[in-house]
């Protein structure tokens, strides 16, 4: 079972540069999720989705961008990288949104120079 | 603004005693309360959870115990183990998909 599956692992990105983080569940989750950990902060939520082509902002949003095309696969996507933006990400899945525990991915570590 | 808060940054304890990790909350809407166990280059994985209707919510060698009125919850682990060293997220939401997430405790059992 592969779960969450997250790419890349690492990436080092200079100001300015944009990606995209690659996010794919294999569960059928209809929520998906991307969240931020800064060193001594708890998870932070960016974006979510309820389902394919649904997606709402979270609680820091600001700078990223996602798509929700298919059930599988939630991208969040980094424009304009700024040092504010180092972090590990973490993508997670959930089959209903209620009381249920989510499922992470190993996350990406991403600094920004 | 931090609704889950985990004020031990750590925790060391001897294999085989008692682990117990505490977290308290400020939103009297979470109704729903987890932990997740973290090792390092990992994501969190699912541990236990309890819903605010249960004081106690037991799975093997971990408790979790809620005070709805103290909004605080504690983890217990017992007896303790080598591979329980890890960092513990207590995380709690209210009747959505919302969770929010403490800062985390580093417990580190030593042999």
């Known amino acids: 079972n592969a779960g969450v599956t997250q790419t890349p692992k690492f990436r080092i990105l200079k100001i300015g540069q944009s990606m995209t983080l690659q996010c794919a569940q294999d569960?059928?989750?209809?929520?998906m999720y991307w969240y931020r950990q800064d060193p001594g902060m708890g998870l932070k939520l960016i974006y979510y989705s309820v389902g394919a082509g649904i997606t709402d902002k979270g609680e820091v949003p600001n700078g990223y961008n996602v798509s929700r095309s298919t059930t599988e696969d939630f991208p969040l996507r980094l424009e304009l990288a700024a040092p504010s933006q180092t972090s590990v990400y973490f993508c997670a899945s959930s089959y209903t949104g209620t009381n249920e525990k989510l499922f992470f991915g190993s996350g990406t570590q991403l600094s920004v120079l | 603004d931090q609704q889950v808060k985990q004020n031990s940054p750590s925790l060391s304890v001897q294999e085989g005693r008692i682990s117990i990790l505490n977290c308290d909350y400020t939103n009297s809407m979470f109704d729903y309360f987890l932990w997740y166990k973290k090792y390092p280059a990992e994501g969190p994985t699912f541990l236990i959870s309890i819903s605010s209707i249960k004081d106690k919510n037991e799975d093997g060698r971990f408790t979790v115990f809620l005070n709805k009125s103290a909004k605080h919850l504690s983890l217990h682990i017992v007896p303790s183990q080598p591979g329980d060293s890890a960092v513990y997220f207590c995380a709690a939401k209210p009747n959505d998909y919302k969770l929010s997430f403490g800062a985390g405790t580093t417990v580190t059992v030593r042999a």
């Open positions: 569960m059928n989750h209809n929520y």
